[in-house]
């Protein structure tokens, strides 16, 4: 890129960031698992009397411990980092899905204590069999870390589908009977513990943004391939869930006019092009798979993905193809949300077709040039935990915000 | 939409709101002209005592005024509100284009104190004509208002195409011979004054923010419709332009694979099918137009759309095409962004295919079905003066900021 014309000092930018000090201070040591004052300080940009004084506080409520760091202070004084109080609070997350139910406990700073595992058969849940489900979940996970439920401060629960968190509303979930369900109400009622309700992709997002390569980072968008194709956004170190809380489906945004149908009714959404159901309706046509319908989604997809490695051009162009949209959307959030990074996450992504070097070519092409390079496309295949890993985050979320929430006084300003 | 099936208490929301209560204050303020203390209090849900303090240091520091509302107050107390101190600030805006040079000069409430426009002959401009064509509109605007350069406290510059608002940075520009260019640094040495630079689309939303039906909304979206086609995000009150600055730019986000060729030298970008170049580009194929060549775009246009009411078919057929393109695009950030309301804005909003009921029909089809009524969608085709209204709220946003920050010690939390 080339250096700009310059001929005089540059006005400072206009400051992006106004959360209180006090959280800004809490998610820096978070995020950086051990850190200095000093470091927090010049991270900051603040006094290093102001990180002394906030600091001190967030000591004596218990939310942050001074750490030893032995041979490292030199003359006879030594070194002292902060890190989160792993024992301040412990939450649970879990997440219900057609094939399983998953659910972990971890501590404040977010170590895993415990966790399980439980398949399910396929189907509709009416409300009473989700809550059975998610006691039997805590109940089972409370057991094996050896605590009590009231020892939890918070659970997060995960589905997939279209939910408005912050009303803790699940309006449609593919996993669940009815629709418009009022679930973290239910759900607190049910289970006796505060609980908080987020969708897949949201729960990705924060399992990175507290657990994951998303730690240090203040703005990064995260795209999740599986059934479907989902999307998160952080910006300045928050979660956004749009205008309203109900944003973020890049899987049904429109890449084609009157395109292929998806699983939503509408036609031209990008997943009906890249979700494991588009591959497999494809296969299904061109493959004469007639005689495998009933089997399971995945067995297919690995058949698929068995001839294209072997030669077959019908399987080759299905992939090729849906890497090339898989591009189109991952240029389109570039162009829209220009973050400084981008994960793509699911399970599927060891199809390498969908991060093949001619994909990201692609994607690079359909990018706006601002002389800038392209973030860069961070793949993340996590394992079974993941979803209920960001469920745990969605709960220390809750907690942490609760604790650091401004006083709306004029002594907090 | 069905009430949802509850069956315990609501978990409160996370809260979105963090920035400081001063600047919450002063922006509440300014956003509804006048306001008792009292109303002020109840918006932010906090206590009056806090409003009392904070209203009464920001009066000591000019920014704001009472204003005694007569007949209201009731016994022997008279009424009084809050508002802005238009003298508080002078700041100029201006926007450079293709056709013509705009300014204003706007007082610290928005109220234009002078305005002026110079046409120009198209073609593009080095930078020592752009600070020329600057230096000569800020001494025309100051002469008309009465008052020297340095009763003003910032200028807002816009142009259009690719800008880095918060770096100064011009990367392109449509207007411009050169890349890269540091316009707010440059022309703040030119001018004397602080400048601040962002694009066009930026430049009406924040219109819409400050002087605009935008003024009392945390958050909406607003897509301009010309040249080319743009966007902008107003999140919790404030601008967001992407992750690293650079974001939002909807017409180049792909809604075809391999699609219609765009200026941008890509396929498929939403403005090949919706903004003025791609209409005349299809008209000029379709209605032997070919003798037509020279002519200016808004002539071709004004052309076509008279074709098209006379019952054209293939004029007809180019609105139309553009209305399905515009519906897509406008579901798309539903979708994505979930916007309390969309702002169309433009001069071609006159050409009612955009805002026909059959576009916004269609936009309704595309969009994710949540149970909620989609975004109300205002059509704003502003006055000439409205680049230069909104660089002028670019200044005032900058000066405004600059006067509130918070500062960051202790004593600040």
Redesign the interface.
């Known amino acids: 890129?080339?250096?700009?014309?310059?001929?005089?000092?540059?006005?400072p930018?206009?400051?992006?960031t106004?959360?209180?000090?006090?959280?800004q201070i809490f998610e820096r040591v978070r995020a950086a698992g051990q850190i200095p004052r000093v470091q927090v300080a010049k991270d900051?940009?603040?006094?290093p009397?102001?990180v002394t004084?906030?600091t001190s506080d967030l000591i004596e409520r218990g939310l942050i411990r001074e750490i030893a760091r032995e041979g490292e202070g030199g003359r006879g004084r030594p070194a002292v980092a902060l890190g989160v109080r792993p024992e301040a609070h412990l939450v649970a997350g879990m997440k219900l899905s057609d094939r399983e139910h998953t659910v972990v406990v971890v501590d404040f700073a977010g170590n895993l204590v415990a966790g399980d595992l439980i398949p399910r058969r396929p189907g509709l849940l009416d409300?009473a069999e989700i809550l059975a489900a998610a006691g039997e979940l805590l109940d089972r996970v409370c057991a094996k870390a050896g605590i009590a439920r009231q020892d939890l401060s918070a659970v997060g629960l995960g589905v997939p589908g279209?939910v408005d968190?912050?009303?803790?509303?699940v309006?449609?979930s593919p996993v669940m009977r009815?629709?418009?369900?009022?679930l973290?109400?239910?759900a607190?009622?049910a289970l006796g513990l505060?609980?908080?309700v987020d969708n897949d992709a949201n729960l990705v997002t924060l399992a990175e943004l507290w657990f994951g390569a998303g730690r240090g980072l203040?703005?990064?968008?995260v795209v999740t391939i599986e059934h479907g194709l989902g999307?998160g956004l952080v910006?300045n170190h928050r979660i956004?869930?749009?205008?309203?809380?109900?944003?973020?489906?890049?899987g049904?945004?429109?890449?084609?006019?009157d395109g292929a149908l998806c699983r939503?009714?509408?036609r031209?959404c990008l997943e009906a092009y890249v979700a494991d159901y588009a591959l497999v309706r494809e296969a299904t046509t061109a493959l004469n798979w007639a005689h495998k319908s009933g089997q399971p989604e995945s067995v297919l997809l690995e058949s698929l993905y068995d001839h294209a490695k072997a030669g077959n051009q019908a399987a080759r162009s299905i992939f090729r193809r849906a890497g090339?949209?898989l591009a189109?959307g991952l240029?389109?959030v570039v162009?829209?949300?220009?973050?400084?990074l981008i994960f793509l996450s699911g399970e599927r992504l060891r199809y390498d077709y969908l991060y093949a070097a001619d994909t990201l070519a692609e994607m690079e092409?359909?990018i706006?040039?601002?002389?800038?390079p392209p973030?860069p496309i961070r793949i993340h295949a996590w394992g079974d935990l993941l979803w209920a890993h960001g469920a745990a985050a969605l709960a220390l979320?809750?907690v942490s915000?609760g604790l650091l929430?401004?006083v709306?006084?004029?002594a907090?300003?």
């Not at 956004?240 to 890049?250: H, K, S």
């Not at 162009?335 to 400084?340: A, I, S, Y």
């Open positions: 890129m080339a250096e700009p014309a310059g001929c005089g000092p540059l006005i930018p206009l400051s992006e106004s959360r209180p000090l006090r959280q900051l940009g603040v006094s009397a102001s004084t906030i409300l279209f968190s912050a009303a803790g509303e309006l449609w009815d629709r418009n369900v009022a973290a109400a239910c607190t009622q505060p609980v908080h203040s703005d990064f968008a999307m910006i956004f869930r749009g205008g309203q809380g109900l944003g973020m489906e890049l049904h945004t429109k890449v084609q006019l939503c009714g509408q031209g090339r949209y189109v240029a389109n162009n829209l949300f220009d973050p400084k092409a359909l706006l040039t601002s002389g800038r973030p979320s809750a915000e929430a401004p709306r006084e004029v907090a300003q």
